[in-house]
């Protein structure tokens, strides 16, 4: 199972934008206190919109609850990452929990603990005109370049039957 992991997030509408997305590919979210918001705020609600009662979630009130409950492997993203997020072979961990982890908005994830765990270090090229992309995108492409990998687990390729059906645009008027 792939584990999105947001450690001390700040903007409600990242997290809600990343629980939609964790709906939408059958990820678990772990939220790593202290937040920056309430859950119940109103930004939150409005982007992960109805799909809130399909969220696998647990909140942790810190890293070490976190880590007391889960076992890894861990992959840390960070701009100061060792490797590039594409680098990651996650068809080596096919059969385990995966959890990518990924820092407040402002900071990121605390430096001693990237420290401890550089070898479990990744990043996302970009230009030196930027620190950061969006957190919400950022999960979106990492999480998706794991799921690639493993050809898209339990995923549907094609509209579903349950929504318009992979036929909708042929037989639309």
Not at 151 to 163: I, N, V, W
């Amino acid at each position: 199972m792939l584990h999105i992991v947001l450690y001390e997030p700040l903007i409600p509408q990242n997290t809600g934008n990343i629980m939609r997305t964790c709906v939408g590919i059958s990820a678990k979210l772990h939220l790593i206190e202290p937040l920056g918001f309430s859950l119940e705020d109103k930004y939150l609600k409005r982007s992960h919109l109805d799909y809130f009662d399909n969220l696998n979630f647990e909140v942790h009130k810190d890293f070490n609850e976190f880590l007391s409950k889960n076992k890894g492997p861990f992959f840390f993203l960070t701009r100061y990452g060792k490797h590039v997020y594409t680098e990651v072979n996650f068809k080596e961990y096919r059969d385990k929990d995966v959890y990518l982890i990924f820092g407040k908005e402002t900071t990121g994830v605390d430096r001693h603990l990237l420290k401890e765990n550089l070898d479990k270090t990744f990043r996302i090229p970009t230009t030196d005109k930027v620190r950061s992309l969006n957190l919400s995108n950022t999960v979106a492409l990492v999480a998706y370049e794991y799921l690639r990998q493993l050809d898209f687990p339990g995923l549907s390729k094609e509209e579903p039957e349950t929504l318009k059906g992979k036929h909708f645009l042929e037989e639309y008027e």
